[in-house]
């Protein structure tokens, strides 16, 4: 097991700890709601540590250099049964050794391991499970099945939206007075900024080029391949435009080689992990979410907070957070003509641009910002070590 300590001693505190899991600390969706948590929960009276099942990755560093005690369960990237038991054996000696009080899990892998420690531990935690994704493992049956049973461990499971909320009622078997809905939020004033023209240079992008923006993981569910083909309907009427391609992923090569296959390689950059995202966001005309399954991307969240114009399937979680020709255009999903016609609507159309962008930037400020996430889970803490 590797220990990361940062300098804050939890050990003598008085405040009750509240320990996060994760089963990566590289940078994603529930890896950055995690980390604000980290930061931010102190303030409420709760002493955090944060454990990753796999080796600690840059998120978890991050939150060491702030003075969180983290710490790694050493497992293996693929889940093997020895594995996961050593996991769970290791995370419940240390539950029972911190006196931790209560137990924050994120993503399949860790809810399934932190139940059962946390029901192993003589120390027994309250227990918070949350669900980031309209299915487990995407549709393994089996991994849908072992979810289902540790997820009755839980004291409360959280859902980030309201289309994962209903997934858990009707398909999950979780009673609604189990369920607590906390919408995901990002730290909104670090994404309002102002655009950038030196990324333009930097890139080689002309002025009169529009810029395309995709930020994620590189994954068949994300639809970039939907999202390029797209793009080759614009090259073709000679429409303007640059697609960056921010992220890293297991679908690189094979998006790679589509860009070829569409010889669109001069309208395409693959820019791979970005830590300062911001900027790029601000010097972006055009935010686009071609995914065809989504509960509630944060990535849609920092183009909002960011005021760019936006174009998202209507998936999952994403009709909750963006009104369709209000804050955003919404289009359906795997659907590469829907997807063009909007993207040259606007193009074409600044005033409109600008007024979807200030929309969802005004959206952003009022309802998704991560004060708003933080209080709601500091109280859900309190109501639950209060029984």
Known sequence: MTQI???RDVSRSSNPKVLYALTSTDFGGAENGVRELCLRIGAYGFDPILCSLLPPGRMAREVADAGIPVFSLDL???ARMWDSTRGVVRLARHLQRHQVDLVHSCLYRSNVISSLSSRLSRQRPKLVTSQHSLTPRGNDMKAGLLVKRTRRLSDRVVAVSRAVEEVLIRDGGVAPHRVER???????SEFRLDGDNRL???LGIDEQESILLVVGRLAFVKGYDVLLRSLARLARKDLQCRLLVVGEGPELRALESLVEELEIADRVLFLGFRENVASIYGASDIFVLPSRREASPN???EAMASGCAIIASA????PEMVNDEDSALLVPPSDEIALAESLER???DRGLRERLGTK???EASARWDVSVMVEKYAKLYRQLLET
């Not at 906390?182 to 909104?188: A, E, K, S, V, Y």
């Not at 998936?315 to 994403?318: A, S």
């Open 182 to 188: 906390i919408d995901n939020g990002i730290d909104t």
């Open 200 to 202: 333009r240079g930097d």
């Open 76 to 78: 293996a990237e693929q």
């Open 299 to 301: 990535a849609l969240l």
């Open 346 to 348: 606007l193009i074409l």
């Open 315 to 318: 998936v999952g979680g994403v």
């Open 360 to 362: 969802a930037q005004e």
């Open 5 to 7: 300590d940062g300098h």
